[in-house]
């Protein structure tokens, strides 16, 4: 049984700079080390931390979205404010939300270890609610005793 709580939040938009994912969808681990890349990259030329120092709160959103048929990841943050680097503004539509809670050593390990619960489990567990595709993020929301802490949020309908 994952933990997982099902929440209703406004809309609300994420400012990302991203990436095309270019495995096959059920490719886990050629997914996944895309995401790390990209992930090691964004830290390493400073995209990070330009986002952050432009943030409205501390989260670091990992977002997934399908855009015009492609597989695209982003490093986001909630903003007002605008970048010329930005990829893209991800709009997050009001209404019900799986919410999926955890931990993990580093950010990576966070996002994947809420992405496979989020997917794996908890979905297949909410009965009157279903994902039809739309923006999902894993968002960082911070540190404690060493490990990275935050939450997978997945737009839901009913069914």
Excluded: C
Aim: no cysteine; charged share 25%; hydrophobic share 40%.
């Amino acid at each position: 049984m994952a933990n997982y709580t099902l929440e209703e939040k406004d809309s609300f938009i994420v400012l990302g700079i991203g990436t095309e994912l270019k495995s096959d969808y059920t490719d886990y681990a050629g997914i996944n080390k895309e995401k790390a890349d990209f992930w090691e990259a964004v830290k390493q030329d400073g995209t990070l931390d330009t986002l952050k120092a432009i943030a409205s709160n501390d989260y670091i959103f990992a977002v997934n979205e399908a855009v015009n048929n492609k597989m695209m990841h982003y490093a986001g943050v909630m903003t007002e404010a605008s970048l010329p680097e930005a990829t893209r503004v991800i709009q997050f539509p009001k209404g019900k939300y799986l919410v999926v809670k955890g931990e993990g050593r580093t950010s990576d390990e966070l996002s994947n270890k809420l992405a496979g619960i989020a997917f794996g489990q908890a979905l297949a567990e909410v009965q009157d609610f279903a994902y039809v595709g739309g923006p999902n993020a894993a968002v960082e929301m911070g540190q404690r005793d060493g490990m990275v802490f935050g939450e997978m949020w997945i737009p839901v309908v009913q069914k």
